[in-house]
């Protein structure tokens, strides 16, 4: 871990000035991933600026019958929220789904959102990775390379990462939008559909976040309703970043949204494959995952993005 | 004293501590956080530093140039000592990969380097403006390769028979291929030292090892000096697993910035250090063929398997078990080894059986299956009192059958599904399936002291425990051989300044040490008898009494210390026997229809270890080593990244040992067995035994489950889904 230096920021306008201002900032809040990246010197910011006393950490009713959800509200507290838990279901159980209750407790709302991918070849700094040095490779395209974990779709020659939250692919298939403040003091919104940025020869961007804009809220529109459903799918009980996790809203006319996570570099959603939901998962599925190019190793996710539909789908 | 014949009966028989569920007397140091563990004892020397490895980026060559004016000039730096500054250290036994010294690259994340500053940070900071550069040389660690190249090839290490005559001849046979992948020890403590070592005189070592004379001998060669002007502590362990039998990089390292900088040192290595830095169980490929008459009895048994290792060392023996574990009159074993630039292949808990039975006990249910036999039965027709590759020694104790039958009743086996796939709840197929296990019952020389001071007992011995209860069931030895209370044994662990012990490992540390104390005690009891002139004193109760003769034992010496030493001598009759352990696992899973992931729902061990000198610390080993089985079966992968030659998912996000959610109720029974051929107490090791057949119950649980034969592991839900029923 590098050198850096500290600062807490008492309002997000001020926050985001300061971002600005100072070259190399980064803003800090739960810490949860940020910390470890800078351990390991994947992240190397000189310079930190504390936002937890920012106030953003409310969950409030919006006009249009919706919440904003804070950028700082934990993802414990999110996921224990009681509208939350009776008109988004789905946010709740992918929450849940995600990390361990000590990291849910710590992790926030907008840093959810801005974690970085799990790939190993990312996570070791010896190894070429365009996403975390543009240009030097990427060495889990490499013959013989690791790959399992990695992404199936929406990937590019330059990169293979998977985005890892589990929220977020709820939030997707919410059509939620990230509320940002940028530098200027201005207040902006951002869908989430338009918010990840596919990797393309440019891994290293990831968002359309500008440089120094915070994130202040996620919105989500009104209630949705309809079943709500997440399944993660991984080796392990817990612990364990999803093979394949699927969000799922269907209203009881069989309409309704499907989001994929542990598949692409974003939550994966279109709207076509949503049309197919009447259709069943084989149909949702050749539609979401049309254009897919595996790696060996993880062919294997087609086949279970679409059984675990299935399966969901066959629950009612 | 030597051992040089089975025991009498003896006050063991007889007793009231040991065998007893005593609660760990170290268990409040644990769970307060006060017991120090190596890298934390900061008051044990004054004036630490920190030292930061720096690992190669490459799997085999050679280093050319280390560029490290940026990490001395960094804030707090003391000093950077480079593998290209030093001549190539020594190895001692056992080990093969250099840790030090020398421009010769053999496997990723070797050390070239060490950064010793101020603070941790400091250290870890300027480690990595540490820059290399290499000449790089192609790796091939492709072990299915060497396993094609090799296998038929060389002597057989156990050939009885006519192998081929008896396949040929036999109505039913099983003939298949099965594959484990590298596994790591992932113990919570990574490896860790504190070396003072800044006179160039005398060193001192505090450190996490389960083998503190082996420790202190490999240091001895490791920098050319001798043995006895070193020291070696190592009270506490966080987990070894068999990772912490070896010196390795980080008291070298800690050694060698220690000498530079003038000042006590300490290095922990990072997890991804841990994983491609040290040693690893080594990935196996095996080939299981066998042969049975009509009614179930095998008559020819041939595993041949292959491993990896660097050049001249050991790999992993996946057939070690197969000349013992099942009668047969034909039998041709082998193993190859595959030299390939990985980081060094050596011991993890059951070398050799946890691997070979993940194959050999699927094998045996598969063949069961062809035989339309019950798979308990199946095995108990196979079982045999007799080492079958050499039917003149006899097992000293073999309970085998017991195991089987006992876990069978106790588990349910009956009521078992019996038809693969064919038992569904809701979204879950369930299956049932079980495993025997089988691991050696070595016993090595082990020597400790015991001083009587008023009324307490002080024990010393080199002995570790690396989590595994030792410091309790010494006390209970003490207190049992002493007639004294637990209360009043205190047991000091872990310093080259006492005795030489066994160690821990390779599960002879129990059995071993606690006959060692026993030994010493005896010395004792001599001392005091001596000293009181009595004749075979009586020694219960905290008093010690004879002929006219009755006083508090604290009241012997007078306020003087009475001291015995001695050292417990295995005799040469053990190798007219075949010792071992034996067990029988029963698991039930679930595995989810549509995605193939498989859950555990519970699990049973019968074991048949000797005796159980602490049915709780036993215990704790068994469901440990359970629990190990379970991320075996399921999950554990060092995944090779082939054309790097190294471990590409080198820390616990990447390697998935299981977690609390995946471990449901767990069971485990001890046969009351005694074995009279293994120690004065007639016990013997169950903390590698709980691991052995653990992954092929399950492995045989899933086929059950679902009619999926799965062969490799670990059994990841994409070696299933293709072939489960459509959703």
């Not at chain 1, 070849?121 to 240009?135: E, I, L, Q, S, V």
């Not at chain 1, 974003?266 to 995952?289: F, H, I, K, T, Y």
């Not at chain 2, 879950?428 to 296990?437: C, P, S, T």
Request: proline letters at 5%.
């Amino acid at each position: 871990m590098r050198a850096f230096s500290y600062e807490r920021a008492t309002a997000p306008e001020q926050a985001a000035a300061r971002a600005a201002e100072v070259e190399g900032a980064r803003f800090i809040a739960g810490g949860t991933n940020l910390l470890d990246l800078m351990k390991l010197e994947i992240e190397t910011p000189v310079h930190l600026i504390d936002v937890r006393g920012t106030g953003l950490d409310e969950i409030t009713a919006t006009d249009e019958g919706g919440l904003r959800i804070g950028a700082l509200v934990s993802n414990t507290a999110l996921a224990a929220d009681e509208r939350v838990r009776r008109d988004y279901g789905v946010l709740t159980r992918a929450l849940v789904a995600g990390a361990s209750g000590q990291l849910r407790n710590k992790a926030t709302t907008g840093g959810n959102l801005l974690q970085r991918t799990r790939c190993p070849y990312f996570y070791d700094t010896a190894m070429p990775c365009n996403k975390r040095n543009p240009g030097s490779g990427c060495a889990a395209l490499g013959e013989g390379a690791f790959s399992r974990q990695l992404g199936i779709i929406g990937t590019s020659d330059a990169c293979i990462a998977t985005h890892p939250s589990d929220m977020a692919v709820a939030m997707r298939a919410l059509d939620a939008e990230v509320e940002t403040v940028t530098p200027s003091g201005a207040s902006r919104r951002i869908p989430l559909d338009e918010f990840y940025r596919l990797p393309g020869d440019t891994p290293e961007v990831e968002n359309a976040l500008m440089p120094g804009e915070l994130i202040t809220a996620v919105r989500l529109p009104a209630p949705v309703g309809g079943h709500q459903a997440y399944h993660k799918v991984r080796d392990r009980a817990s612990y364990a970043f999803a093979l394949v996790s699927v969000a799922l809203v269907r209203r009881p006319d069989g309409s309704g949204r499907v989001a994929l996570g542990g598949v692409a570099p974003q939550p994966w959603r279109r709207d076509r494959a949503d049309a197919e939901l009447p259709n069943g998962a084989g149909a949702v599925m050749s539609r979401l995952l049309d254009g897919a190019r595996p790696t060996e190793e993880n062919a294997f996710k087609i086949r279970l993005a679409e059984r675990t539909l299935a399966a969901m789908l066959a629950e009612g | 004293m030597d051992f040089h014949q089975p025991t009498d009966d003896n006050l063991f028989d007889r007793a009231t501590v040991i065998g007893k569920p005593h609660a760990r007397i170290d268990g409040i140091l644990k769970v307060t956080g006060s017991a120090p563990y190596a890298y934390e004892r900061h008051d044990a020397i004054e004036g630490q530093l920190y030292g930061y490895p720096v690992g190669s980026t490459i799997a085999k060559g050679r280093v050319v140039a280390i560029d490290a004016d940026a990490a001395r000039q960094a804030p707090g730096v003391r000093g950077v000592i480079t593998t290209l500054q030093i001549d190539p250290l020594g190895i001692w036994n056992y080990n093969v990969a250099r840790l030090f010294g020398g421009d010769a690259i053999e496997h990723y994340h070797q050390a070239i380097a060490v950064v010793v500053a101020e603070t941790f940070e400091q250290a870890r900071a300027a480690a990595a403006l540490v820059e290399a550069r290499y000449e790089e040389d192609p790796v091939d660690v492709d072990l299915e390769a060497g396993w094609r190249r090799l296998q038929g090839s060389g002597e057989p290490s156990t050939l009885v028979g006519d192998v081929d005559a008896a396949f040929a001849a036999a109505p039913v046979t099983l003939d298949e291929m099965y594959h484990t992948p590298s596994q790591t020890h992932a113990m919570m403590e990574p490896h860790a030292s504190i070396v003072d070592w800044s006179d160039g005189g005398r060193m001192t070592v505090w450190t996490s090892n389960q083998m503190i004379e082996w420790n202190r001998q490999a240091l001895a060669t490791t920098f050319g000096i001798a043995p006895d002007r070193i020291r070696v502590e190592s009270p506490y362990i966080g987990g070894g697993f068999g990772g912490k039998l070896w010196l390795r990089a980080d008291a070298v390292l800690a050694a060698i910035g220690s000498r530079a900088v003038g000042a006590p040192v300490k290095v922990a290595l990072p997890r991804p250090f841990v994983i491609n830095n040290t040693t690893h169980r080594s990935a196996t490929v095996q080939r299981i063929r066998l042969a049975a008459d009509t009614d179930g009895r095998l008559t020819a048994i041939e595993h041949e398997a292959a491993s990896h290792t660097l050049p001249g060392g050991r790999g992993e023996n996946a057939t070690a078990q197969t000349p013992f574990f099942y009668a047969a009159p034909n039998r041709r074993v082998r193993h190859h080894l595959v030299e390939m630039h990985l980081p060094e292949a050596s011991d993890m808990r059951a070398p050799g059986e946890a691997s070979g039975l993940m194959a050999l006990e699927i094998a045996m249910d598969e063949m069961a299956e062809k035989l339309g036999m019950d798979p308990v039965a199946f095995r108990i027709a196979n079982d045999t009192q007799v080492n079958p590759s050499d039917p003149s020694i006899p097992f000293s104790e073999r309970h085998f059958v017991e195991c089987l039958e006992r876990g069978a009743e106790k588990f349910g086996w009956a009521d078992r599904n019996r038809t693969p796939g064919g038992r569904r709840e809701g979204d879950w197929l369930i299956g049932h399936g079980m495993a025997g296990a089988f691991r050696g019952a070595l016993t090595l020389n082990s020597g400790a002291r015991v001083r009587l001071v008023g009324g307490r007992l002080i024990v010393e011995t080199d002995m570790t425990d690396i989590g595994t209860g030792s410091y309790t069931i010494i006390a209970q030895t003490a207190a049992e051989t002493m007639g004294l209370s637990l209360g009043e044994v205190e047991v000091r662990l872990g310093n080259s300044a006492y005795p030489v012990s066994s160690g821990s490992g390779g599960q002879f540390g129990a059995a071993s040490s606690t006959a060692g104390v026993y030994a010493a005690c005896l010395a004792l009891q001599e001392a005091v008898a001596e000293r009181l002139g009595a004749e075979s004193p009586r020694f219960e109760n905290g008093r010690v009494t004879a002929d006219g003769l009755d006083l508090a034992l604290g009241e012997v010496a007078d306020g003087a210390e009475l001291v015995g030493e001695d050292t417990i001598r295995f005799g040469d009759f053990k190798q007219g026997l075949q010792m071992g352990t034996f067990g029988a696992h029963f698991v039930e899973v679930g595995v989810h229809v549509a995605t193939g992931e498989t859950r555990i729902r519970r699990m049973l061990a019968v074991c048949d270890a000797g005796r159980i000198l602490n049915p709780i610390t036993a215990r704790s080993q068994v469901i440990g080593g359970m629990v190990m089985g379970v991320g075996g079966a399921l999950s554990e992968e060092l995944a090779v990244d082939l054309e790097r030659g190294f471990f590409a998912n080198h820390d616990l996000a990447g390697y998935e040992v299981a977690v609390h959610a995946d471990i449901p109720h767990q069971e485990v029974l001890f046969l009351d067995t005694l074995d009279a051929a293994s120690t004065p107490l007639k016990a013997k090791g169950v903390g590698e035994l709980g691991i052995c057949g653990v992954a092929a119950a399950i492995a045989n649980a899933a086929y059950n489950a679902t009619g999926v034969r799965v062969r490799d592991y670990p059994i990841t839900l994409e070696r299933m889904i293709d072939r489960l029923p459509e959703v």
